[in-house]
């Protein structure tokens, strides 16, 4: 079957054979048995030789210009009498009056159907509509968005949202690492509780240790030696800085009188 675009080029032809007075003109659509042949032959007459190079030079010219298209064979330009253009899909002939009646082409294509230029302009549209649906049938049909939020928002009872799906989300977000911290944390606290545990136990016998013993009326001020006496009330009286320094001349007093004795 011809295409739409084949259909144009003919229409183009035509047109063409018109401007330059061509003579009954006619269109054959071969049958699809001719098929291999050509889809149509366009045949039209001329008064003299100069107008049958005058129509073929036209033609030539307007599928050129307007599609780019290039006869494959060009026969009889010399003679004049008939024309031969052979566009593959368009076979067209242009003929002098007396050599179309001896040949007599449509007498010869008994099975082609007889168009007029009419009836191949109103085929052309309904081939394009056609193929217009074939087209919008087989595009995809587009989605409509959708407007819903993704978080349905809390209303207040004036109607009004008082909470947004961003923070909602965000909350999301942060849940997962919340629940992995808290292991972590637990494991921390779990290892230094021990630590903790033996600080406040060691803490009261230091306070132990640097507390003043009281014995037999006398009070120990912290392992070094000195003693102070009690009174009657158990407070211990306070020691005086020669009272302290006591011991320690009483222990180097010796060490001094050996030295003496060593120098006479």
């Known amino acids: 079957m011809a295409t739409p675009e084949t259909r144009r ?22 049958d699809p048995v001719d098929s291999g042949l050509a889809d149509f032959f366009l045949i039209t007459s001329a008064a003299n030789d100069r107008q049958v190079v005058a129509i073929a030079d036209e033609i030539e010219f307007r599928l050129k210009k307007d599609f780019g298209l290039y006869a494959t064979s060009v ?13 593959v899909d368009i076979v067209i002939h242009v003929f002098l009056a007396e050599k179309r009646a001896f040949y007599n082409i449509e007498r ?13 302009e109103a085929e052309l549209k309904s081939l394009l509509a ?12 587009s989605k409509a968005p959708s407007k819903a939020p993704a978080v349905a928002p809390k ?11 961003k923070p909602a989300k965000k ?11 808290a292991p972590i944390a637990a ?15 060691a803490a009261p016998k230091a306070v132990a240790a640097m507390a003043p013993v009281v014995s037999d009326g006398r009070v120990s ?17 306070p020691l005086s800085v020669a009272a302290m320094a006591a011991p320690k001349a009483a222990k180097k007093a010796p060490a001094k009188a050996a030295k003496k004795a060593n120098r006479k």
């Open 9 to 30: 080029q003919l229409l183009v032809a035509i047109a063409a054979c018109d401007d330059k007075k061509g003579e009954d003109t006619r269109i054959l659509e071969l």
């Open 221 to 237: 001020t912290g392992g070094f030696g000195r003693v102070a006496p009690v009174e009657k009330t158990g407070v211990p009286e």
């Open 130 to 141: 056609k193929k217009t649906l074939a087209v919008r049938k087989s595009a995809p049909a």
């Open 108 to 120: 010869l294509r008994k099975s082609a159907r007889n168009l007029s230029p009419a009836e191949v």
């Open 75 to 87: 026969e009889g330009r010399r003679q004049g009498e008939w024309i031969l253009l052979d566009y």
């Open 155 to 165: 209303k207040s009872a004036k109607g009004e949202s008082t909470v947004s799906a």
């Open 187 to 201: 494991k921390t606290a779990a290892k230094k509780a021990p630590a903790k545990a033996a600080k406040t136990a």
């Open 171 to 181: 909350a999301a977000k942060k849940a997962p690492a919340k629940a992995v911290k």
